[in-house]
């Protein structure tokens, strides 16, 4: 059966279409608008319609104006003390084909998504969309552009249950990437080169082929990022072991010193006992063969929406010496909800 195709909307009414549904959605969410004062990085000010959503990352401000011609701004920001509202992304969607800017709507079977082609404004300028790209590595998504297939970054679905999360998620992540570049790293790199060897495993991980999978798959990328946010936070400062990722280890515990993988994670966003977990299986030997040794302890993550199925997936993989943990925003826990931090000092100084 043929996966279903992913493809940018172009055609004016239904870009307009997608944001009437994505302002019913976020009026769902956050309940009825006020009007906020919203500052720009070149000093501009206007008043918009701005809706309030709680969120595992605190109060996230949609900004949206009353008005538009050919781009409709769709304004991001998560409250802060002391912090004038001023938007921490701005995704602003061309009402017909303009490559030159970079937010977008996809259609994928039933579903609408909200998606950017990767470019981002900072302080010092404009972050570049390979340095974009590095850092979205783990989302990155093909699509039908018209003419050609190019790569976006998918933001959230707009009849996903968990969009207001997936929309945190995202703002976070692009505060993440501001951070960086505004520290001068603009190399947002994923790996050293040893963590970068290698093509097993690489590519999509999978073709869809119903709209259920559809929707999981993209959650690949939030649950991957709020991960690696978990393992670095519990990890921050401690002088033995590091966190990394490549294009093959969604996300791995190393020894600074000799560069092994004390713990390998492998992000898979379907329980069902098909192609993702099977292939999560010899996903994760591998990565132990070629990043760890004997020693190196194994854990599927799955999306926490899929825990009523993930005690049977735990009891088979409990056979083969691989942990389940479940996941949400940036909380993990495993399967009895013992939490990260417990798991990981267990599993690291046995």
């Known amino acids: 059966m043929e996966g279903i195709v992913r493809e940018i909307l172009t055609a004016t009414r239904e870009i307009r279409a997608a944001i009437t549904l994505f302002r019913k959605r976020i009026r769902a969410l956050g309940g009825n608008a006020t009007r906020k004062e919203w500052v720009f990085p070149n000093g501009e000010r206007d008043d918009l319609a701005t809706y309030s959503i709680k969120t595992q990352h605190g109060d996230l401000l949609v900004g949206l104006p009353d008005k538009w011609t050919n781009r409709v701004p769709h304004l991001f ?31 994928e079977g039933k579903s ?16 570049s969309r390979q340095v974009s790209f590095s850092h979205f590595d783990k989302w990155l998504v093909d699509v039908q552009d018209t003419d050609r297939v190019t790569q976006v970054i998918p933001v959230a679905a707009l009849d996903s249950k968990t969009l207001d999360a997936d929309l945190a998620e995202f703002v976070m992540s692009v505060i993440e990437l501001k951070d960086t570049h505004k520290a001068g790293a603009d190399d947002v790199a994923v790996g050293d080169a040893h963590w970068g060897e290698g093509d097993e495993f690489e590519g999509k ?35 033995s072991f590091g966190v990394k990722r490549n294009r093959n280890v969604d996300s791995a515990v190393v020894h600074l010193n000799s560069d092994v993988a004390r713990l390998i994670f492998e992000v898979k966003t379907s329980s069902d006992f098909s192609g993702q977990l099977y292939s999560a299986i010899g996903q994760l030997f591998h990565y132990r063969h070629k990043f760890g040794d004997p020693k190196t302890h194994l854990f599927l993550v799955l999306p926490r929406t ?4 993930a005690g049977r997936v735990s009891d088979f993989f409990s056979t083969l010496g691989i942990d389940v943990l479940l996941g949400e925003g940036r909380m993990f826990t495993d399967i009895g909800g013992r939490p990260l931090k417990a798991i990981i000092d267990a599993r690291l100084r046995a």
């Open 306 to 309: 899929h825990s009523e199925q």
């Open 205 to 239: 991980k999978n073709k869809t082929t119903t709209a259920d999978t559809v929707t999981f798959e993209y959650l690949h990328g939030p649950l991957c990022n709020g991960l690696q946010y978990a393992l670095r936070s519990l990890l921050k400062g401690d002088r």
């Open 112 to 127: 609408i998504w909200l998606c950017t082609r990767g470019d981002f404004t900072a302080y010092r300028g404009k972050i």
């Open 77 to 107: 920001c998560l409250a802060r003390d002391g912090r004038a509202l001023s938007p921490d992304v701005e995704v602003n969607i061309p009402t017909s084909l303009n490559r030159n800017v970079s937010g977008a709507y996809l259609r």
